[in-house]
């Protein structure tokens, strides 16, 4: 693994990594205020047998993201981990097509993580398909964007059809107790899950009952951690979660649901035992 984050190389990195071992597999480049101009260079110099890319915290944009096109037609199917957070890709309007056609070119991934980008509704509307192929995908990061409701029937699409994934984090989004809710009722479908993270979601408790009817209605005995840090949910209905939580647990000792909430104001956490 080639680790050079943090170290504002810009432009040079093509240099380093061009002198690199051919027989490189993983690349880590984050915080190198890479461009689109330098993924020009960048798509020439990959080694070949390049399975691990992180990418995260430059300023890829779009146009970046069309720039490294052509590695990705040749080695793309090969990639493990892809991580193109925080790169402002979302920024320009009506090139999300581009996105989804690169990711089409790594069907084999087990890692993506686009956080911090602020995917909108109709963003993830283009880039599930081409997720949804991911049959090995194991970890979706989608945290920090503006996922709202509308969002929800492409969210249950990829847990229902990816069946080895196993985190799934859509922190600061927008998806309130009615997305939420949705969610909830539907965690039933997806048996490989084991974090999902839906903390500052806006969040005010009238969802939880749909997540306490999915406890009550779990037999399955797999472990799942739901986080719910940082919404606005009231300290009675958190109590009230709790409870449920702990009462079915005292039924069914096997029962491996694990709820994480933090206090609104006071920064409290709550576990169900």
């Avoid at 779009?62 to 037609?73: A, I, P």
């Avoid at 283009?126 to 945290?143: F, G, R, W």
């Amino acid at each position: 693994m080639l680790n050079i984050s943090g170290l504002g190389l810009a432009e040079d990195v093509v240099e380093i990594i061009g002198c690199m071992n051919s027989g490189l597999r993983g690349i880590k480049i984050s915080l190198n205020g890479i461009t689109a101009d330098i993924c020009n260079g960048l798509k020439f110099v990959f080694p070949k047998k390049l399975q691990q890319l992180d990418l995260n915290e430059n300023w890829l944009g779009m146009d970046g993201v069309c720039n490294l096109k052509r590695w990705f037609v040749e080695r793309g199917a090969q990639l493990r981990t892809l991580n193109l957070a925080n790169n402002k890709i979302f920024r320009d309007e009506h090139q999300t097509e581009q996105l989804a056609a690169l990711l089409s070119l790594a069907p084999g991934l087990e890692e993506l993580r686009l956080g911090v980008n602020t995917i909108y509704d109709e963003d993830l509307a283009v880039i599930a398909k081409p997720i949804c192929e991911m049959q090995h995908l194991t970890v979706l990061d989608m945290n920090t964007g503006g996922l709202t409701k509308d969002s929800v029937q492409f969210i249950l699409t990829i847990l229902v059809t990816l069946k080895n994934l196993l985190e799934l984090n859509l922190v600061s989004n927008m998806l309130a107790d009615e997305g939420c809710g949705y969610i909830f009722e539907h965690l039933q479908d997806s048996n490989s899950l084991r974090c999902l993270d839906l903390s500052g979601n806006k969040i005010k408790g009238s969802c939880l009952e749909k997540l306490a009817e999915y406890a009550e209605g779990s037999y399955s005995g797999r472990e799942l951690m739901v986080k719910l840090m940082g919404n606005p949910i009231p300290h009675v209905k958190r109590e009230k979660l709790v409870a449920k939580l702990a009462g079915i647990r005292a039924k069914r000792p096997y029962f491996a649901l694990d709820v994480k909430m933090k206090a609104y104001h006071n920064h409290e956490i709550i576990k169900p035992y």
